[in-house]
């Protein structure tokens, strides 16, 4: 979703601004645009498209000044376009904002600006709240009052970064609700704003997040947060200590196929420090659970997204199995208008790579207002999701940058499995033997990952055998249920290829009727207990000329039998196994969107960062 970045000091703001906006197009934009003061006046530049575009433009006609803010643009209000594009200028020629978020009311203010003579240059709500600053800044005389002002009038969730001719030498940020984030940057003579940790790494690994109704007042040698009510905050100053190689490509074709390979590193992050394999013991000390809150916990409702959604229905089997605490799980965007049924003995769980999914902080605030205990499973540090819980656990993956989402899918599951044992040991459901066994099996997680995705070339040819399909039904039962969800949801949102996924059970109650030569059918069959019924439905699908593709346990000779292709896994306990049938899907769906020629990073219409309803 939009990307911003604000930069005030004594070096040339373009060079700082384009190279920031660059490292959050992983958050998908349709076009971007850049402002800066130059000899005391505003200079603009925008263009649909790629930042390419943009940085074409900026050479044809340079700009330079030591403030500036740009933006990669996700339309909501009025086409990609370069009017449309962000930053946005008062009629004035003053002031510049650039804006994350949707103005709730702004028919209602557009209207009510217009009957005052404002000329809209746009389509977009953004554009209001530059009219709003302009006309509050001739009453209120200083740009943060002005801004203040504004802000009190727009309905919504915002991040906004703004600045000023009349004032040239101060960024005013902030930020109401969860509409992304946004970052201050602290640098030696200079400082930074933006909307994600990335876009400054290169600069700054100094930084504090402005909260809900606060705003930031930044110039090259200070930096003052207040309350939107005018209290000046001490900002918590975090030290970020992401490596920004672990940004960048390397030798991968993609972000996507580099994010698959890290999974042996993420995963054996994942487990470092939170289990002691001597002692037989899980510790989630960022959780803040005594066995007394454990205990008290009568169900657990699991809210997330997308990706994350299908981590939680996996946690769901885990945690009934070893705690025995009832779970359901919730699509955030549902839960949080379904008045749910929780209270203080409830503990919600919100899943989140980015820890700024509007719908998931929607879901938490939902939860926190009827009493629950909130937690959260987050990868992105010093994200809403993470500062806003009773307690995390941090999913240390590092930063993801394709849009689909990979090893920060893999990582919450163990996430989930060690809460599982760490609740099922805090309420002494769990014997010690199963506990030893639980733990034990921990260990082969990293290595049995590196065995997948060693086997990577034989699912590249699977990927380019079937590469011209149009449909694809894709199969589960039991614990890989949400795996058949997740491998479907990873081909359609790469390759475009309709995926449907259905739990296997449910394929006689209707599904089945797609099934003919057209249909390939793609089943998880590990051998557990769900096995014998898994072959008897793929026999099914076979009887009706289905095409079979198979997630099958190696040397299952049924499959070997059965199967058009086979995509071999080797054999792993239960419980972890969605880890490892995940990870061959995970690479066909990005074999066959890259041999399709398609843009696998940033797919069309997708966010990486979904910050709006
Ligand atoms: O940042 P989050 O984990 O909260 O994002 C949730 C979904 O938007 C995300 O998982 C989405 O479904 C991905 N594109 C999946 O690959």
Not at 43 to 58: A, Q, S
Not at 343 to 348: A, F, I
Request: charged share 25%; with cysteine; net charge negative.
């Amino acid at each position: 979703m939009c990307g911003i970045v604000g930069y005030i000091g004594d070096k040339n703001a373009t060079p700082i601004i384009l190279g920031g906006l660059k490292k959050l197009e992983y958050r998908g934009y349709d076009s971007a645009g850049i402002a800066v003061i130059e000899d005391g006046c505003i200079e603009l530049r925008r263009d649909v498209g790629k930042l390419t575009n943009l940085e074409t433009l900026v050479k044809e006609e340079p700009l330079s000044g030591t403030i500036g803010i740009g933006h990669t643009r996700w339309a909501t209000h009025g086409a990609p376009s370069a009017k449309n594009a962000h930053p946005h200028v008062g009629e004035t020629g003053k002031v510049v904002i650039v804006h994350n978020g949707i103005v709730e009311n702004y028919l209602e203010l557009k209207e009510e600006l217009e009957a005052e003579g404002a000329k809209f240059n746009s389509e977009t709500d953004t554009e209001t709240i530059v009219h709003l600053i302009e006309r509050n800044l001739g009453s209120t005389g200083t740009l943060e009052e002005a801004v203040r002002q504004s802000l009190l009038r727009i309905k919504g969730a915002h991040g906004i970064v703004v600045i000023s001719s009349l004032e040239p030498d101060k960024i005013i940020a902030a930020r109401i609700g969860n509409a992304g984030g946004v970052v201050i940057g602290y640098g030696e003579g200079e400082n930074f704003v933006a909307s994600d940790i990335p876009a400054l790494m290169e600069y700054t690994r100094r930084m504090s997040f402005l909260e809900s109704h606060q705003m930031a007042i930044v110039t090259k040698e200070d930096v003052h947060i207040k309350t939107l009510d005018g209290k000046e905050i001490n900002p918590r100053v975090d030290t970020i200590a992401w490596d920004p190689v672990a940004a960048e490509k390397g030798n991968y074709r993609h972000f996507m196929q580099k994010e698959i390979h890290e999974q042996v590193r993420s995963l054996t992050d994942t487990l470092s420090g939170r289990v002691d394999f001597e002692k037989n013991q899980i510790n989630l000390m960022t959780l803040n659970l005594t066995a007394e809150k454990a205990r008290a916990i009568q169900k657990i409702v699991i809210t997330a997204c997308g990706t994350a959604y299908h981590a939680g229905l996996v946690g769901k089997t885990m945690i009934e199995e070893m705690s025995r605490i009832p779970v359901e799980v919730d699509i955030a965007s549902e839960f949080r208008y379904r008045d749910p049924i929780i209270d203080e003995k409830t503990c919600v769980i919100s899943i989140s790579q980015s820890g700024e999914t509007a719908d998931t902080l929607a879901a938490m605030d939902e939860a926190r207002k009827k009493g629950a205990m909130v937690l959260s499973i987050v990868n992105a540090i010093g994200s809403q999701a993470m500062r806003v819980a009773d307690g995390y656990i941090s999913m240390q993956v590092g930063p993801e940058i394709g849009v689909a989402s990979t090893k920060a899918f893999t990582a919450p599951l163990v996430d989930l499995y060690m809460l599982a044992i760490y609740l099922g040991d805090l309420r002494g459901t769990l014997s010690e033997e199963k506990k030893f066994q639980y733990v034990h099996d921990l260990r082969i997680i990293p290595e049995l990952a590196g065995e997948c995705i060693r086997r990577e070339e034989s699912v590249k040819k699977v990927a380019e055998a079937i590469k011209d399909i149009r449909n694809i039904l894709y199969l589960g039962r039991g614990i890989n249920m949400p795996i058949a969800y997740e491998g479907a949801l990873k081909l359609k949102e790469i390759s475009y290829i309709h995926a449907e996924a259905y739990p296997a059970g449910e394929m006689k109650h209707g599904p089945i009727a797609l099934i003919d030569k057209e249909m390939p059918v793609l089943a998880i069959m590990p051998k557990d207990q769900w096995y014998e019924k898994m072959l008897s439905q793929v026999e099914q699908a076979k009887a009706r000329g289905g095409m079979l593709i198979l997630v099958a346990s190696d040397g299952d000779e049924n499959a070997k039998n059965l199967g058009d292709h086979i995509l071999w896994i080797p054999d792993a306990p239960w419980l972890l196994m969605p880890v490892f049938t995940s990870i061959p899907l995970q690479m066909l769906a990005y074999h066959i969107a890259a041999i399709r020629g398609l843009d696998v990073d940033q797919p069309r219409n997708l966010a990486k960062s979904v910050t709006v309803e």
